[in-house]
C-alpha cells in the first residue's frame, strides 16, 4: 500500500509539472511581449477592414509588435464613429510621429495587418499612450463599384467604336469617304503628285525661291 502510494503521489506530482510547464510554455510563446521591453500607442480609424487582435504590426515592412485591442467609440468632433486600435511595439522600433499608419492584407485576401511607413522627422517620436490618425482602407464594396463604372465605360466605348468601324465599313461619314470614295483618293493622289513635282522643280531650281518672274503687262489695244 506504501509503494502504491508513493507511485501514485510520483505519478500526479509528474503530471502536475507537465501542465506546469506546458501553461508557462504557452505563456511566453502568446505573451512574450509582457517579458520584452516595449510600449504602446493608438491609431485612430474610421474603418477597420476587419483587422482582428493579435494581428502583426510592421514597420518599414518588418514585424515589430502586434495589435492588442480594439475599441469603438464615438467622436464629437467628425460626429462618426470610429475604431481605436492599441498597438504593442519593441522598444528598438523608433517610430516619427509623421508616420503613416493603414491596414494591409497579406495577398488579396490574407490576414489583415497594421502597417507603418516611418516619416522623416526623428525629432519628434511616438511614445507610449500616444494617438495617431490611420489612413482608412477602401472597403471591397467602394472598389467593386468603381470597377463596374470602369467597366460600364468600356463597354461604352467599344459600342461607339462599334458604330464608327459600321460606317467605315457602309461607306458612311468621313472616315468611310476617305476609304470608299475613289473620287476622294484621286484628288488627294493628284494634289500628291502636283506635291511631288512641286519640290522636284525647286531642288532643280532652287533660285525660283528668290526671284519670282515679273509679270508683263498686257497692252490694251
Known amino acids: 500500500m506504501i ?5 501514485e503521489l510520483a505519478v500526479g506530482i509528474f503530471i502536475i509539472t507537465g501542465l506546469a510547464i506546458l501553461v508557462l510554455f504557452v505563456f511566453f510563446i502568446r505573451d ?20 482582428k487582435i493579435g494581428a502583426p504590426a510592421r514597420l518599414a ?3 515589430v509588435g502586434e495589435v492588442k485591442s480594439l475599441d469603438i467609440f464615438y467622436d464629437p468632433d467628425s460626429q462618426k464613429t470610429k475604431v481605436r486600435i492599441k498597438i504593442w511595439v519593441n522598444e528598438d522600433a523608433q517610430i516619427p510621429a509623421d508616420s503613416r499608419v493603414w491596414i494591409n492584407t497579406l495577398g488579396l485576401l490574407g490576414e489583415k495587418y497594421l502597417e507603418v511607413i516611418p516619416g522623416e522627422n526623428y525629432s519628434v517620436l511616438v511614445k507610449e499612450n500616444d494617438t495617431m490618425l490611420g489612413q482608412d482602407p477602401v472597403a471591397m464594396e467602394e472598389i467593386t463599384e468603381e470597377t463596374k463604372k470602369l467597366v460600364l465605360k468600356i463597354e461604352d466605348a467599344v459600342t461607339g467604336l462599334n458604330e464608327v468601324l459600321s460606317q467605315v465599313k457602309t461607306g458612311m461619314g468621313t472616315l468611310g469617304k476617305l476609304v470608299y470614295d475613289e473620287t476622294i483618293y484621286q484628288n488627294v493622289e493628284g494634289v500628291t503628285k502636283d506635291l511631288k513635282a512641286l519640290t522636284e522643280d525647286l531642288k532643280s531650281h532652287p533660285w525660283k525661291l528668290l526671284f519670282k518672274p515679273k509679270e508683263k503687262p498686257v497692252r490694251q489695244k
Not at 3 to 7: D, F, G, I
Not at 32 to 51: E, P, T
Request: proline residues 0%; positive net charge.
Open 61 to 63: 515592412g518588418v514585424d
Open 32 to 51: 512574450f511581449q509582457i517579458i520584452k521591453r516595449g510600449y504602446k500607442f493608438n491609431v485612430v480609424f474610421g474603418f477597420a477592414n476587419g483587422l
Open 3 to 7: 509503494k502504491k502510494s508513493r507511485l
